[in-house]
């Protein structure tokens, strides 16, 4: 139980497209997500959190013109890279909590590795 | 503010001997602390956490870790290291008064390098 998915796994975009990422929890409700990003060989820093049907929560520094969340369904958020250029290539994790889960447990995705050329 | 320090980058240990991955933290309050450990191009995996309860915390694989409140510490450890085990392993910690607004902050990260 408690999976959490994400797609593409890989994405590779052209500078000045977007790309769209999905998070989905397969067999529980995601009240809350978290989108984090991850450079080589660092750790995850948390971009934002977004709790169903309202705005997210943008962490400092993250743009969120740029990086646009949704979180429209228990089951679905999504992350656009707006205008992606090459410094937004990043490995990019989900992240979900919610009902049916213990309140601070987290279930993470595989992840997103965003190349954009 | 809530903050997670993982000293060593990297850590190596030889099959079959015990290992040790160290982990401290600051909360304002009583902390939850969790464990996870990433293979290449993976998500994180779930080991173990801290909610309350026994200072001793087993886990996934064979994993366990001790909570010393004295210390702020909470390092991971395995009696008997595989090579499987090699990986990136993150220490996290979420602040139980929310006073960090329930966010759960990650460690930098320490290599597990285990030879044949």
């Known amino acids: 139980g408690a999976v959490v998915s994400q797609h593409p796994s890989w994405v590779i975009c052209k500078s000045g497209t977007s790309v769209k990422i999905e998070c989905r929890s397969l067999?529980?409700?995601?009240?809350?997500m978290f989108w984090y990003r991850q450079f080589p060989k660092q750790s995850l820093m948390l971009m934002a959190t977004?709790?169903?049907?309202?705005?997210?929560?943008?962490e400092q520094g993250v743009e969120k013109d740029k990086f646009l969340i949704n979180h429209a369904s228990l089951t679905l958020s999504t992350l656009t890279v707006t205008s992606a250029h090459p410094e937004d290539s990043s490995f990019y994790i989900c992240?979900?909590?919610?009902?049916?889960?213990?309140?601070?447990?987290?279930?993470f995705g595989p992840g997103t590795r965003l190349t954009v050329t | 503010a809530q903050s997670v320090a993982q000293p060593e980058d990297q850590v190596n240990v030889a099959e079959g001997n015990p290992l040790t991955v160290k982990c401290t933290y600051s909360?304002?309050?009583?902390?939850?602390l969790f464990w996870y450990v990433q293979y290449p191009n993976r998500g994180l995996q779930f080991l173990l956490k801290?909610?309350?309860?026994?200072?001793l915390v087993k886990g996934s694989y064979g994993f366990e870790a001790e909570f010393n409140k004295s210390q702020t510490s909470f390092h991971l450890k395995k009696p008997s290291a595989l090579v499987s085990d090699s990986a990136l392993y993150f220490c996290?910690?979420?602040?139980?008064?929310?006073?960090?607004?329930?966010?759960?902050?990650f460690g930098a990260g320490t290599r597990l390098f285990v030879k044949a």
């Open positions: 992240s979900a909590r919610g009902m049916g889960t213990t309140s601070y447990e987290q279930y």
């Open positions: 067999d529980f409700q995601a009240t809350t």
């Open positions: 977004s709790n169903e049907g309202s705005k997210a929560t943008y």
């Open positions: 909360v304002s309050g009583n902390p939850y």
């Open positions: 801290y909610i309350t309860g026994d200072n």
């Open positions: 996290a910690v979420r602040d139980s008064q929310g006073t960090g607004g329930f966010k759960t902050i």
